[in-house]
């Protein structure tokens, strides 16, 4: 036996995972408060009580952590067109696990300035032109984060032919170098500043934000949450040596503020008569859905999607649905007690699947040109994807987690939209999924074949 603990300091609760990797067994879970403002090593000491009762005393060889606890990693990017520089800088970051809470194009402003330094980033990202190319905008930007009075460290991942030229400008600062996150048109790099985002966050952010606390509990904080999220489903897609993948997947996080997408697939045109517009867009890609979220942004749900459709999918009347609303928004941790509740709880979960796949994906448009009909496609084609993996609270203790799930298949009132056709869906009943993306660091194999026990187990 050779147990490890895998850990997840999350918002809201720290989430505990035990594995034996010899025979490739999960061993048990446990979960409490995640107690970062007051100690984090409370939360984790409750978790580990309760994963003590269910599976006896374990004395574990390693254990490894991931957090997004604390607000998670909160960056700013800044680049030089937002559909070009500035959306492969966001790309960059989402995939690095960060929270991107703002995302800037062209020349910082003065007001853009005040903006940063109330927004506190633990890590902002200065990207801009390919190299060779537009010199002036980034220049400026750095001379603009060079009079800022916050202290953050600022990654310079833009144009190589001035990153010299704007680390002088910024000398004084934290600064790190990384390659062009687009260094050719239309061409996203953005593995070596993920890398380097992943290094500042573990030198740097766990000290600030007090998680350094629970070091002498485990053997290192890897990664941030959503890292090991997609490490996890990339993984499954993809396999690993001496283990098959399942192939291309769609990932859903329901969670209380935010609702994370995950494709991991090509997703390019099949067709001839399809041309691509705008960033291609990366293989492994994340999108967070700030706005959607069960409990925190539970109004947000309601803004996309309207009160009237809302209380009309429940049964209830538009006044009833918006007391309960405030209800959820105003008691985060409030779980259904009665049918009433859970029918709503049911709706907005759907609702919130469907607004952020809707969002994740592709669409696509019809025009004609002199050689005859054309298809212009935007983003990701995720029609013929077949497995998808949904994961978060509202999933797992939901009623029908299937039904909230198949919102994120194709629906014929919204023709141009990518999503796939059909899909096994494939259900995190564990919430194992971010403590395989941390195992797979140093047992892939393992993670890989824990990942397709539980899962396939849970599947649809």
């Known amino acids: 036996m050779n147990p490890i603990l895998l850990i997840d300091f999350g918002s809201t609760f720290t989430k505990i995972t035990a594995v034996d990797t010899d025979a490739a067994e999960l061993l048990g879970t446990g979960e409490s408060f995640t107690t970062v403002q007051s100690d984090i090593n409370d939360g ?29 990693l909160r960056m700013v990017t800044a680049g030089l067109v937002p559909e070009l520089t500035a959306e492969a800088a966001k790309q960059a970051s989402l995939g690095a696990g960060a929270k991107v809470v703002k995302v800037y ?44 009075k916050k202290e953050f460290p600022i ?22 170098r990384c390659e062009n996150v687009m260094p050719r048109f239309n061409q996203i790099n953005i593995e070596p500043v993920q890398n380097k985002i992943r290094d500042v966050f573990l030198q740097r952010i766990i000290r600030a934000k007090g998680l350094s606390k629970a070091s002498n509990l485990i053997s290192g904080i890897v990664m941030p949450t959503p ?25 859903i996080d329901l969670g209380g503020a935010t609702t994370d997408v995950y494709s991991i697939a090509q997703g390019m045109p099949d067709q001839v008569n399809t041309v691509m517009k705008g960033l291609i867009e990366p293989y492994a890609k ?14 947000g749900i309601v ?106 298949l194709y629906d014929q009132s919204q023709p141009m939209s990518l999503k796939p056709y059909s899909a096994n869906i494939l259900l995190d009943k564990n919430y194992i999924l971010a403590a395989m993306g941390l195992l797979s660091q140093s047992y892939p194999a393992v993670a890989q074949k824990i990942m397709k026990k539980e899962l396939l187990r849970n599947g649809n």
């Open 44 to 72: 984790l000491k409750a978790a580990l009580a309760e994963l003590t009762r269910k599976i006896g005393r374990v004395e574990f060889v390693r254990q490894y952590a991931c957090s997004s606890a604390a607000g998670g």
């Open 105 to 148: 194009a062209y020349h910082l402003t003065e007001a853009d300035l005040m903006e940063i330094e109330s927004l506190h980033p633990d890590i902002f990202l200065l990207t801009g032109g390919i190299d060779g190319g537009n010199q002036e905008c980034i220049l400026h930007n750095a001379a603009v984060l060079a009079r800022i």
């Open 227 to 251: 890292a090991a999220m997609l490490a996890a489903l990339k993984l499954l897609a993809d396999g690993c040596a001496g283990e098959d993948g399942i192939g291309e997947l769609l990932g």
């Open 155 to 176: 990654i310079i991942a833009g144009n190589r032919s001035c990153a010299d030229q704007c680390a002088e400008i910024l000398a004084g600062r934290e600064v790190y």
């Open 303 to 408: 803004g996309a999607a309207g009160i009237e459709k809302v209380s009309k999918m429940a049964g209830l009347s538009e006044e009833r649905a918006l007391h309960l609303i405030d209800y959820l928004a105003q008691n985060v941790d409030v779980l259904p007690q009665n049918a009433e509740l859970e029918t709503l709880d049911h709706v907005l979960a759907a609702l919130a699947v469907e607004i952020a796949v809707t969002r994740h994906v592709g669409k696509i448009e019809q025009t004609y040109t002199p050689v005859g009909l054309t298809y212009i496609q935007q983003g990701k084609d995720l029609r013929r994807i077949r497995q998808i993996v949904i994961t978060g609270g509202a999933m797992i203790h939901a009623r029908d987690p299937f039904d909230i799930a198949a919102r994120a």
């Open 286 to 299: 994340r999108t967070v859905e700030g706005d959607i979220g069960m409990r925190y942004s539970v109004h």
